[in-house]
């Protein structure tokens, strides 16, 4: 099984990490399918605004919801995050080298969001890295059963990750 997570220590740190990397696996010509993060400052100094991005080139679609200045709780947006996550598996039945999933977060916790998408990549064979927050990580380690490798949050390791476990396999004959 070819799946992966990181965590970086600070807020939206692990959104940059994994929206840099997808750049730059675009530009090795590894088909990435998935999600990254965009996270937006608003102008109103509430919390940031969430995007994702449905790679390789797809959409983006904004996945919190302005719920005032005074709420507090989850702010993202079910609906959103499940067409994000149709667009995915339309995207994964064509194919890719990597999966890239910006979170497993508490809908994926909670046996919903892309927790069939990152089982089905796994069962195709299809290496997939996610990012986590420690909230979330014992629920993602009962799903990984344990066989998730954690990397460290930094490009080098990520991208020798994905270089290992993309490369061409050799057939000895």
């Avoid at 890239?100 to 796994?122: P, Y």
């Amino acid at each position: 099984m070819k799946l992966a997570y990181t965590m970086a220590s600070e807020r939206g740190d692990t959104d940059l990490l994994l929206q840099r990397l997808a750049n730059d696996l675009a530009g090795r010509g590894i088909k990435c399918c998935g999600t990254v993060q965009i996270n937006s400052e608003r102008a109103d100094a509430g919390p940031c605004d969430m995007d994702v991005r449905v790679l390789p080139h797809g959409a983006v679609l904004r996945i919190s919801q302005d719920l005032g200045a005074l709420a507090r709780g989850c702010r993202l947006d079910p609906a959103a995050l499940e067409t994000a996550v149709g667009l995915v598996a339309t995207g994964l039945s064509s194919g890719a080298d990597l999966l890239i999933i910006n979170k497993f977060g508490k809908h994926e916790a909670e046996g919903r969001g892309f927790r069939d998408i990152i089982a089905k990549a796994v069962e195709m064979d299809i290496p997939v890295l996610v990012g986590l927050n420690i909230l979330n990580q014992p629920a993602f380690e009962t799903f990984a059963e344990g066989l998730a490798i954690p990397l460290p949050p930094e490009p080098a390791a990520l991208m020798a990750w994905v270089e290992e476990v993309t490369a061409p396999t050799v057939l000895m004959v």
